[in-house]
């Protein structure tokens, strides 16, 4: 990822954020991708949870620039969504699923999507999501900043 990839995911995200479908649209793709991912949301209040998402993407990038802020916020996801008693325990197998479907909702409510806006989003997410798997697998890793 370099500074280049952060601008255009960053001015992809504001374009998303500006449709209302942005988010619901992801949640209902992503639900309807497989049953375990279904059965992981199925006491879910997605009220809320839409706003958490949107507010956790923009956190993605603050943490991957090595803002404290960011870093400590992917942090708490990757401890919330790890294996153990009281945690979400979600396999690092759904997150290319949770990738793709963000993608497709990207891709959907952003009318300049193009190949480099795809791009822009894989570079800048991918260092928070091996992160995250990383840790579910207990193995210490190092998030990876801006080239
Ligand atoms: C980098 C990828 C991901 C990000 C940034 C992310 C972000 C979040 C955020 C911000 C929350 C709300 C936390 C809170 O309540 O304070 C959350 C909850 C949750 N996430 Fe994720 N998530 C990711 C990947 C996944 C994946 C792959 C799954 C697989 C099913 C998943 C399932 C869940 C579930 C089940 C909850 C709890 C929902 C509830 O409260 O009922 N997440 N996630």
Redesign the pocket.
């Known amino acids: 990822m370099n500074l280049k990839d952060l601008e255009v995911f960053n001015d992809s995200y504001e374009r998303c954020s500006a449709s209302p479908e942005f988010v619901a649209r992801f949640y209902e793709l992503f639900v309807a991708s497989s049953p375990e991912?279904a059965e992981?949301?199925r006491?879910?209040?997605f009220r809320r949870?839409k706003r958490?998402?949107r507010?956790?993407?923009y956190l993605?990038m603050v943490a991957v620039q090595g803002y404290p802020e960011g870093v400590a916020h992917l942090e708490r996801?990757a401890d919330?969504?790890g294996a153990g008693a009281g945690k979400?325990d979600?396999g690092p197998h759904?997150?290319a699923?949770?990738l793709d479907c963000l993608l497709r909702a990207v891709r959907e409510s952003d009318p300049f999507f193009d190949d480099n806006v795809e791009r822009a989003w894989k570079a800048v997410?991918t260092p928070?999501?091996e992160f995250?798997k990383a840790r579910y697998e207990g193995r210490e890793v190092e998030l990876r900043g801006p080239e």
């Open positions: 991912v992981k949301f006491h879910t209040d949870q958490a998402l507010a956790s993407l993605m996801m919330l969504h979400l979600i759904l997150y699923l949770w997410l928070g999501i995250m």
